[in-house]
């Protein structure tokens, strides 16, 4: 986790050679070598499915059994792969730690959090139950879980995810271990919480001399944070060097397709002047593949903004919605005094942290749930104050794509089904209109014609992301309320999402409410943005003034804390 490299004649903590994984007839590991020094942070980048996770798990033998691994895991001296499962016990959580991507899963939600430190503690150190409660609460407090003798005993489902994930922490470093492992640790985190759980584990590698090896697709984390990457893709690394090396000189085409592909705060692309490029894949020589950087250019003149003078599709006036607490429990304004315009064609952008209000927000204008007061006046009508028999005309008119597109379409029903029940329970009463509507957004949104008869589990994320679009937009909505869609996508795949997102805005001229705590994401997509904070909205600016000058102490933090890479001359050489 230290920003200085260690010598170069200093011998690796950790040494991988010629690593093999298989499960099957599947290689999903392929001839991976790489070392780590001691106290030095080691990225290893990929998108999902290229085998990192993988990589790391067969490093502390936690594959299934069906796996079948080969090649050298050195680690200070001893050779890993010889160890039996006695002696790699005594490395687990003791000398190599890890934390996981989802600590809602990793942590055990019938143990306190203080049973699943001490737990390590007394297995590993032969601490006693009390010494090990006590040791316990000053991990807690060194993580910064507040009032650490109190939470002890709280369980994971009291906690936030950022306190979840500090926890992971706690457990991970209990034994103060030599090398920690984490796999994507910051990923469904906002920006700040991000922000506080990396310079968290900086501070106790050095504290605790912890070499740190970071697996991550985040490239802004690992412009920031890292002192050397591999970058992985198919199973194989395809590059490693120092950071500031990947950054301003990438030499592998899918390295600078990565770069190109993602976005940076300091960015001035905007979806209407400029598509983001897209990673190509394409077959070369002797069957390799290749990643080509595609670009398609939007034409001479930039997309107009809407016309400010124009009236609002939506029009929202001290809007207000109310939790109310159990048992008679005092009330909780999650959506406080909120007011805002949106025009037909405009994208306006919602930012925040997690509890802010925002999707409270977002289901409150869908109906999903009855405000306390305010209006919602949708083409000049007050939907806040509709039955649900009048309402019902207009939810139509307003769409939403869901963040996870997995968990919100059904299982049990093909693409074709979801998409043809939408239509009937809308009023398009003829069966071939509903297969001609369905083809046609098919289509549209770059899928196959045969997906139609095909399950949400036989795609890929991207896909169903499509699939959430085409579910969206087959019945021809006014405004699309997209909550956190390209949060959980891999950075190329993001990048086809959001220009696909761009050009159906466009092409069916609709309203947009974007909503995301990834503040680059909505810099790009974006004509207006919106913080929201504690309930409110804290400030409001157009696509460039809100970025450069900031005037909310909120907006400043959220925007410091995005992390951004040292190395600044990536540009026009990856673009090149």
């Known amino acids: 986790m230290s920003a200085v490299l260690q010598p170069a004649a200093a011998a690796p903590l950790l040494e991988v050679e010629d690593l093999q994984v298989s499960f099957g007839a599947h290689r999903a590991v392929r001839g991976v070598s790489f070392s780590v020094a001691p106290g030095e942070t080691l990225a290893l980048v990929g998108e999902s499915g290229c085998g990192k996770s993988t990589t790391a798990l067969s490093l502390l033998h936690l594959l299934p059994t069906q796996a079948r691994v080969s090649g050298r895991i050195r680690f200070g001296g001893r050779e890993l792969q010889s160890l039996d499962e006695t002696a790699l016990r005594g490395v687990r959580g003791n000398e190599i730690s890890m934390i996981f991507q989802e600590p809602m899963t990793s942590l055990n939600p019938v143990l306190s959090i203080g049973e699943q430190i001490t737990e390590v503690l007394r297995r590993h150190q032969g601490l006693n139950r009390w010494t090990a409660r006590a040791r316990a609460i000053q991990l807690l407090d060194r993580v910064r879980i507040p009032e650490p003798q109190r ?74 944070w890292a002192d050397r990457v591999a970058v992985m893709v198919g199973g194989e690394i395809v590059e490693s060097a120092p950071t500031g090396q990947i950054f301003s000189a990438p030499r592998h085409d899918y390295t600078r397709g990565l770069l190109g592909a993602s976005l940076r705060l300091d960015s001035t692309l905007h979806c209407r002047s400029a598509r983001l490029p897209e990673v190509r894949v394409v077959a070369g020589a002797g069957g390799q593949q290749r990643y080509l950087l595609e670009t398609r250019a939007l034409g001479a003149t930039p997309a107009p903004l809407p016309d400010a003078a124009q009236p609002p599709l939506l029009s929202v006036q001290e809007l207000r919605t109310v939790y109310r607490g159990a048992h008679g429990g005092s009330e909780v304004a999650a959506v406080d005094g909120v007011s805002f315009d949106i025009r037909p064609g405009e994208t306006l952008g919602l930012v925040g942290e997690s509890g802010c209000g925002k999707s409270t927000l977002s ?123 390209v949060s959980s996508l891999d950075v190329s795949v993001r990048a086809q999402i959001l220009n696909l997102l761009a050009e159906l805005k466009d092409e069916f001229q609709l309203a947009t409410l974007f909503i995301s705590h990834d503040l680059s994401v909505v810099k790009y997509m974006a004509d207006r943005v919106l913080v929201m904070h504690g309930g409110k909205i804290v400030e409001e600016g157009d696509g460039q003034s809100l970025w450069e000058r900031p005037q909310h102490p909120y907006t400043r933090t959220l925007i410091r804390a995005v992390p951004s890479p040292r190395f600044d001359a990536m540009s026009s050489r990856v673009a090149a």
Do not use: W
């Open 151 to 224: 939470r002890i005993d709280d369980f994971p489902h009291q906690l936030s995810g950022g306190q979840r994930q500090r926890v992971m922490i706690a457990i991970a470093m209990a034994c103060q271990p030599r090398l920690l492992i984490a796999d994507e640790p910051t990923t469904a985190l906002d920006v700040t919480v991000q922000a506080q759980i990396l310079e968290l584990l900086r501070e106790l590698g050095r504290e605790f001399s912890t070499s740190l090896l970071l697996i991550t697709h985040d490239l802004g984390v690992v412009g920031q």
């Open 363 to 485: 289901k409150t204008l869908l109906r999903l749930l009855k405000p306390a007061s305010g209006r919602i006046v949708l083409d000049g009508t007050d939907i806040a104050a509709l039955d649900e028999r009048a309402l019902r005309p207009y939810r139509g008119r307003i769409q939403m794509v869901f963040q996870d597109p997995y968990g919100s379409l059904n299982p049990r029903h093909t693409v074709f089904d979801m998409l043809d029940a939408a239509l009937r329970v809308h009023g398009v009463d003829s069966h071939d209109e509903r297969r001609r509507r369905i083809v046609a957004i098919i289509d549209r949104v770059g899928l196959p014609a045969g997906a139609v008869q095909r399950y949400a589990h036989e795609f890929s994320g991207g896909q169903r992301q499509r699939i959430g679009l085409a579910r969206a937009l087959v019945l021809r909505p006014r405004l699309v309320i997209c909550d956190e869609p």
